[in-house]
């Protein structure tokens, strides 16, 4: 990662929870998207997130957006600098994409965010961020970076035969149980990245469980109701 970027996973302590819609004080949100604004050095209103909605929709951020207006999808792409894109999990795949070498015409840099649950995986999201990033930014998957950050693994993503019957295609990322399946997704997320052209030594997977470390992550698998961490990823100045 350069200094042309800034790129952060947030974890449990010291921000805490993130997500306006898991029952916590607002204010105490607020306060804590504060305290993360200042520690990366960032305007909170230029801070764009997302409802994340279990799509595969990507949004091009436009200047109608922001930290007060978030979009309905589940990925977001830009170009504007200083502007913090954040991705909040508790067990999905938060995946961060960077390109600081578009190709001309174009000549610019690009981002880009993804909430990569099970839904997002089957439905290929990352496959939508990279043509959308191509499309808008003429970006070359050979020259986009990638951030895996915490997600549930494999270990404890239990899923039942009605999961595995409607999944064929992913059936490589299944694990039998005694009674269950086991159901890997950072393994389809990283099939789709390399089958768009994205290669190995540029994918960064530092992710750990988030339902075995909940200590320091968040996990609605484990723990039900609870918050959600963030991927941020900003072009700067
Ligand atoms: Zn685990």
């Given amino acids: 990662m350069s200094d042309e970027y800034l790129c952060f996973f947030t974890s449990r302590e010291p921000i805490g929870n993130l997500a306006f819609h898991v ?10 998207h504060l305290l993360l604004s200042q520690k990366l050095a960032y305007e909170q209103e230029h801070l764009v997130h997302m409802k994340q909605i279990h799509s595969n929709i990507v949004h091009v951020v436009t200047d109608e957006d922001g930290f007060s207006s ?16 954040m991705v909040m999990v508790a067990d999905c795949t938060p ?3 960077y390109d600081s070498t578009c190709e001309v015409p174009f000549g610019c840099k690009a981002i880009g965010v993804a909430h990569v649950g099970r839904e997002g995986a089957f439905s290929n999201i990352v496959k939508n961020v990279l043509k959308t990033m191509e499309q808008e ?5 050979k020259d986009i970076f990638i951030e895996i950050g915490s997600s549930i693994g494999v270990c404890c993503y239990e899923v039942g035969q009605e999961i595995y019957d409607k999944a064929q295609p992913f059936h490589y990322a299944f694990t039998k149980g005694d009674t269950s399946y086991y159901l890997d997704v950072n393994k389809i997320i990283l099939t789709q990245l390399k089958e768009c052209g994205i290669k190995e030594e540029n994918i960064k997977n530092e992710g750990v469980c988030t339902a075995c470390n909940t200590k320091n992550y968040f996990s609605y698998r484990k723990e039900g109701k609870t918050g959600r961490f963030a991927g941020i990823l900003m072009i700067r100045d």
């Fill in 70 to 85: 978030p979009p309905t999808c589940d990925a977001l792409v830009t170009n504007k600098k200083n502007t913090p894109l």
């Fill in 95 to 97: 995946v961060l994409f």
């Fill in 23 to 32: 029952g916590d004080d607002i204010q105490r949100v607020n306060k804590n």
């Fill in 137 to 141: 930014y003429g970006s070359c998957a």
